[in-house]
């Protein structure tokens, strides 16, 4: 089994602890519960024929990613960086965090999650889209599921070195 270090990081209130739930537990809550520090836990995952065993790091949201203790990235393979769709401020200024993480992790595969899929439409989305400095990877919804087992599978393939990032 191969393991894998992963950062799940955004600003606060973005759904960064209720996507960790989703895929850690299968589960969602409406409480707004703010992450102090870092939550740790794992998930295996099938990639192909690999046992790929991801280490999740759920860490507590900041404004800028600068904020960020440096030590939380060390031996990350991943990062999934999380927005909310619902408020524009989450990705405004999307660029300069992404900058500032890939020289973090120059490595490391990262993924751009715009969360609360079930609170926008398509058009909205659409409209998001070419809002955005760069391109999203994927919409999710941590509440409904959707894409959230998606964007784990996808990342992990990336890691692997199945699929170009």
């Known amino acids: 089994m191969i393991s894998k270090k992963v950062i799940l990081t955004g600003s606060f209130g973005v759904g960064k602890t209720s996507l960790f739930n989703q895929f850690v537990h299968s589960r969602f809550s409406d409480k707004y519960l703010t992450t102090i520090g870092v939550k740790v836990n794992k998930k295996v995952v099938n990639i192909g024929d690999e046992e790929l065993s991801i280490l999740l790091w759920d860490i507590a949201g900041e404004v800028s990613q600068d904020k960020v203790p440096v030590s939380y990235f060390l031996g990350a393979n991943g990062i999934i960086y999380v927005f909310d769709l619902t408020r524009p401020t989450t990705y405004k200024n999307i660029m300069e965090d992404i900058n500032y993480l890939k020289g973090l992790l120059p490595d490391g595969v990262v993924k751009i999650v715009g969360n609360k899929k079930d609170l926008v439409t398509e058009s909205e989305i659409e409209g998001i889209k070419q809002d955005m400095a760069l391109d999203c990877d994927l919409f ?23 699929v170009a990032s």
């Open 140 to 162: 999710t919804s941590a509440k409904t599921g959707e894409n959230v087992e998606e964007l784990f599978v996808l990342l992990g393939k990336e890691m692997l070195g199945e």
